[in-house]
């Protein structure tokens, strides 16, 4: 067995929470969570957390480059992260983007799209 501290993201508690990893490697027990809720979040966050990814694609123009920003349109898993930002370093964006247009379908693989945060045209 061993203990592993997290602080739970889902509200602004942030309740300290310590989780007891059992030697199958499953939650054996969880304490300092005030709400059923930490302990659903530690479950993923042993399991396979995720993230929301925000960055910037660059949008090439006859003026120029112009920065467009993005982010994943639900959380990715963290592991995915390297591959998702290559993929958006390695998408071309030759056109106007509107928010919320889905500039690459599924990222990485993840079953997650990444969409415009602004418009910009
Ligand atoms: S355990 Fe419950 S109260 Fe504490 S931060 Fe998580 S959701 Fe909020």
């Not at 112009?66 to 898993?77: C, E, F, L, M, N």
């Not at 998702?84 to 030759?94: D, G, N, S, Y």
């Amino acid at each position: 067995m061993k203990k592993v501290t997290m602080c739970c993201t889902t509200c602004p508690n942030s309740c300290e929470m310590t989780v007891t990893i059992g030697d199958d490697n499953t939650i054996a027990d969880c304490t300092g969570n005030t709400c059923p809720r930490g302990l659903t979040f530690a479950e993923g966050e042993w399991k396979d957390p995720v993230r929301l990814l925000t960055s910037t694609m660059i949008r090439i123009t006859d003026a120029g480059q112009i920065p467009v920003p993005v982010k994943s349109a639900t959380p990715i898993p963290r592991r995915l992260m390297h591959d998702a930002m290559e993929a958006i370093r390695k998408t071309p964006l030759t056109h106007p983007v509107a928010l919320g247009d889905v500039l690459i379908p599924n990222v990485a693989g993840s079953g997650v799209a990444i969409v415009a945060a602004r418009t910009v045209n």
